[in-house]
């Protein structure tokens, strides 16, 4: 009793009588109630009238989001929705409370599956990737806190209504731990329809992505022995290929982000279905893509010249120069052209880039861009400049947290050729070297090395006369900096 009174002491109402700033923002931040009265006198009165503009904009900054919280925990739905829509703008969907790991009012809402309450945030624009700590202290998307065995299905549906507007884009750009939702969903263990609502909010873009070892979610629920949800997959990859009216323009995406067809040609036979003209298309496509690959690799322009041509003029491969992979292979062409410094392949498939799209959104399996890798090597500078002409960042996170300038600074290392080498060689049997990993167990080691002389020395030196405490933290400071 006596911590959670020193937890709230001095209350909120005195830190505003005093003008107590530190308090008022700590009580605050643990969502102390501030629409209280005392004597007829509301708080935000008080506020008002200390005159303290740092107290009053805090006081009036929150009342109404504060006012929304404590509705919610009432379970007073009808009131959260008249005040979404009477005071929207004054209102913060995704405020957080920094005293409960950072947790928006979206991570209670999860945990309470109050799915009607939710249903009205996501209507009115709450954000499902503010960011949260997980029980380690970890950064997490509020939407991963969802991803748990028992959570209903009903809540991940009121989360992610169906055909919500770039909600496909959102899904796979988030991470948790350098891991898609759906990685991270199947190792959680979810249940199938709930795990079945995950792939059909998020669509090939999200199915088709690879891990850093190059695995899609199907080969990591195959490795982990989880049959059930590689039934629920190839389900979806199905619904999509037999009925394209219904999911218009997935089937087409699914082939040319690179998914092997061969299972799901398997798993159609068994339906007695067989789309003949699909298959016969876009498998052939797919093997295009692979040639395609291989005379980047070999610096064959005139094949390469060739196989673009082919594969703009036709009507189904628009995009393929752009978004298309090779099957079983994460990485686009913009990369392997890039990975191969083929400065002039480079030219004409950045020609090809959507005019909405953005040269920041075309990954690999490492979530990096094609930046990353022109500044691994000081013989790709004129890519570099390509690509910066059209845009690129250089401040782009990969799955490892490392954006572009990181790569930079590791230029022409041994490590970093390893690194490349590795992905030229599609090595993914081991992990893939860290540049920066390394040169810190360097320093590390380096250091002591350094420790171990200066012990040494201070032994030797006790024989002839005893240092006092003062001169022994001296030497050692001066070892540890030489």
């Known amino acids: 009793?006596?911590?959670?009174?020193?937890?709230?002491?001095?209350?909120?109402?005195?830190?505003?009588?005093?003008?107590?700033?530190?308090?008022?923002?700590?009580?605050?931040?643990?969502?102390?109630r501030t629409n209280l009265s005392k004597n007829g006198i509301m708080l935000k009165d008080i506020a008002l009238n200390?005159?303290?503009?740092?107290?009053?904009?805090?006081?009036?900054?929150?009342?109404?989001?504060?006012?929304l919280v404590y509705h919610i925990f009432a379970k007073n739905t009808k009131a959260v929705s008249n005040l979404l829509e009477t005071k929207r703008q004054r209102?913060?969907?995704?405020?957080?409370?920094?005293?409960?790991?950072?947790?928006?009012?979206?991570?209670?809402?999860?945990?309470?599956?109050?799915?009607?309450?939710?249903?009205?945030?996501?209507?009115?624009?709450?954000?499902?990737?503010?960011?949260?700590?997980?029980?380690?202290?970890?950064?997490?998307?509020?939407?991963?806190?969802?991803?748990?065995?028992?959570?209903?299905?009903?809540?991940?549906?009121?989360?992610?209504?169906?055909?919500?507007?770039?909600?496909?884009?959102?899904?796979?750009?988030i991470l948790y731990q350098g891991q898609t939702i759906l990685e991270v969903a199947l190792t959680q263990n979810v249940s199938l329809d709930f795990f079945n609502v995950l792939i059909d909010r998020g669509g090939p873009l999200l199915l088709c992505e690879r891990n850093q070892v190059n695995?899609?979610?199907?080969?990591?629920?195959?490795?982990?022995?989880?049959?059930?949800?590689?039934?629920?997959?190839?389900?979806?990859?199905?619904?999509?290929?037999?009925?394209?009216?219904?999911?218009?323009?997935?089937?087409?995406?699914?082939?040319?982000?690179?998914?092997?067809?061969?299972?799901?040609?398997?798993?159609?036979?068994?339906?007695?279905y067989m789309d003949d003209v699909y298959f016969v298309i876009y498998?052939?496509?797919?093997?295009?893509?692979?040639?395609?690959?291989?005379?980047?690799?070999?610096?064959?322009?005139?094949?390469?010249?060739?196989?673009?041509?082919?594969?703009?003029?036709?009507?189904?491969?628009?995009?393929?120069?752009?978004?298309?992979?090779?099957?079983?292979?994460g990485m686009p062409h913009l990369h392997r052209a890039v990975l191969y410094n083929r400065l002039k392949m480079v030219e004409i498939i950045l020609e090809e880039k959507p005019a909405k799209e953005s040269i920041d959104n075309l990954f690999d399996q490492n979530r990096r861009t094609a930046l990353h890798y022109a500044y691994a090597s000081a013989s790709m500078k004129e890519i570099k400049s390509l690509l910066m002409s059209y845009g690129c960042s250089e401040h782009v996170l990969d799955k490892v947290n490392r954006?572009?300038?990181?790569?930079?600074?590791?230029?022409?290392?041994?490590?970093?050729?390893?690194?490349?080498?590795?992905?030229?060689?599609k090595d993914f049997t081991s992990n893939e070297i860290d540049p920066w990993r390394v040169v810190a167990l360097e320093r590390n080691f380096e250091h002591s090395k350094d420790s171990c002389y200066c012990e040494h020395s201070e032994e030797s030196c006790d024989s002839e006369s005893e240092s006092s405490e003062e001169e022994e933290m001296q030497t050692a400071r001066s070892c540890s900096i030489s």
């Open 215 to 272: 695995q899609t979610v199907r080969d990591l629920a195959s490795s982990l022995g989880k049959e059930q949800y590689i039934d629920v997959i190839d389900s979806n990859i199905s619904s999509w290929i037999l009925y394209p009216g219904k999911y218009p323009g997935r089937r087409e995406k699914v082939a040319m982000y690179g998914w092997n067809l061969d299972t799901i040609e398997d798993e159609l036979k068994k339906n007695s």
């Open 91 to 173: 209102v913060r969907l995704d405020l957080r409370k920094m005293s409960d790991k950072g947790a928006p009012i979206m991570y209670y809402l999860i945990q309470s599956e109050d799915v009607d309450v939710i249903e009205l945030f996501i209507k009115y624009g709450c954000q499902l990737y503010t960011i949260m700590q997980d029980d380690f202290g970890c950064d997490m998307p509020v939407l991963f806190s969802a991803l748990k065995p028992g959570k209903s299905v009903s809540v991940i549906e009121a989360l992610l209504p169906p055909h919500k507007q770039h909600q496909e884009e959102m899904l796979f750009k």
């Open 403 to 425: 954006e572009p300038l990181d790569f930079k600074d590791k230029q022409d290392t041994n490590e970093m050729m390893e690194l490349l080498c590795r992905l030229k060689l």
């Open 283 to 329: 498998k052939s496509l797919q093997v295009q893509m692979e040639l395609l690959a291989n005379a980047i690799v070999e610096g064959d322009m005139e094949t390469f010249s060739q196989l673009t041509t082919s594969l703009c003029e036709s009507e189904e491969s628009a995009p393929f120069l752009w978004y298309g992979k090779v099957m079983g292979d």
């Open 50 to 67: 200390t005159g303290n503009e740092e107290i009053i904009s805090l006081i009036l900054g929150i009342f109404d989001s504060m006012k």
């Open 1 to 32: 009793m006596k911590e959670v009174f020193q937890k709230y002491c001095p209350g909120l109402w005195r830190a505003v009588e005093c003008e107590n700033i530190y308090q008022v923002r700590r009580l605050i931040n643990l969502w102390c």
